[in-house]
């Protein structure tokens, strides 16, 4: 057999959609496939600055790389995003569904859950959950009319599948206040491996793969208080660097996982194995 291992994780000539791609780990995101070869899209409803993301790959990897605003949430402009790659690039051959938001009003998003609105439960249901459906609805579509399958990767996260531990968020602070983890957030999140496992297994005659990566806790800004407590709760004693969830975005996305679909790669220091 004539397979060279390393080159298995090659993306050149493939092209990749990052939505959320502007974001803390989106940028990692973004950076690791424009290094392996691919032509990134960075798909993001952050305006300002989903163009300076990509004239940076730009720069930094010589490849092809497009900033589009795109809101997940609403159908015309995810159709116009996908209009826009097909036009720029004529194909899509990796979607990494990574977008999620933090609302726009922090104090509702980190409201007690008795006291929690229906407003704001959906304002965020409609980007983390409505959003991943119509990502995954359109690039499906357009791998399936290409024939020559694809690879779909989702971001959860670790409180997709374990609570958080309450106590840790006691003289927690991020972004200037208190913070918590509602549960809006973890039932998104949970969905999304919903989700995954269903695609994968629906797309497989397609050679459509679909795989869940899953980030724990990462350093992005959070107090020294916030980042002991959960640290005290991870098997190797800290939280993780962007960078760190990069290796399993790279495997998911390239013919290294040929064979991996509807799976959960999680990337927690040991949190969910105690
Ligand atoms: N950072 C962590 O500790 C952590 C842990 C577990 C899971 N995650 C998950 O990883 C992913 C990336 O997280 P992050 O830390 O980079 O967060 P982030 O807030 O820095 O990035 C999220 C990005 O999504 C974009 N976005 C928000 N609403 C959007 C919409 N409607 N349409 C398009 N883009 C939209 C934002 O503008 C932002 O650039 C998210 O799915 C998040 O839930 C993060």
């Known amino acids: 057999m004539n397979i060279s291992?390393?080159?298995?994780?090659?993306?050149?000539?493939?092209?990749?959609?990052?939505?959320g791609g502007a974001g803390i780990l989106g940028r990692h995101f973004c950076s690791g496939l424009a290094e392996a070869g691919a032509n990134v899209v960075v798909a993001d409803v952050n305006k300002e600055i989903v163009q300076k993301v990509a004239d940076d790959l730009n720069n930094e990897y010589g490849t092809r790389h497009l900033g589009i605003f795109c809101d997940v949430s609403s159908p015309e402009s995810v159709q116009d995003m996908i209009l826009q790659v097909k036009r720029k690039?004529?194909?899509?051959?990796?979607?990494h569904n990574n977008a999620a938001s933090k609302s726009n009003n922090i104090d509702k998003f980190f409201a007690p859950f008795e006291e929690y609105s229906l407003a704001q439960w959906r304002e965020i249901l409609a980007v983390n959950l409505d959003g991943m459906f119509l990502v995954a609805q359109a690039v499906g579509k357009q791998?399936?009319?290409?024939?020559?399958?694809?690879s779909i990767i989702q971001t959860a996260s670790i409180y997709g599948l374990m609570?958080?531990?309450h106590r840790?968020?006691?003289?927690?602070?991020?972004?200037g206040r208190q913070i918590n983890t509602p549960a809006v957030y973890c039932v998104s999140k949970a969905a999304v491996i919903g989700l995954t496992k269903y695609l994968a297994t629906y797309w497989a005659d397609k050679q459509i793969r679909v795989n869940t990566?899953?980030?724990?806790?990462?350093?992005?800004?959070?107090?020294?208080?916030?980042?002991r407590r959960y640290s005290d709760r991870v098997p190797m004693r800290r939280m993780a660097n962007a960078s760190e969830m990069v290796g399993a975005l790279l495997y998911l996305a390239s013919d290294a996982s040929s064979y991996v679909t509807g799976q959960n790669i999680i990337i927690d220091?040991?949190?969910?194995a105690w």
């Open 269 to 272: 220091g040991g949190l969910s």
């Open 143 to 150: 791998m399936i009319v290409q024939g020559s399958g694809g």
């Open 213 to 227: 990566l899953t980030p724990g806790g990462t350093e992005s800004g959070q107090n020294d208080e916030f980042n």
């Open 5 to 19: 291992y390393k080159n298995l994780y090659d993306l050149s000539n493939r092209t990749a959609i990052v939505t």
């Open 163 to 165: 609570s958080p531990d």
């Open 168 to 175: 840790i968020y006691e003289n927690s602070f991020y972004l």
């Open 89 to 95: 690039f004529g194909k899509i051959d990796i979607l």
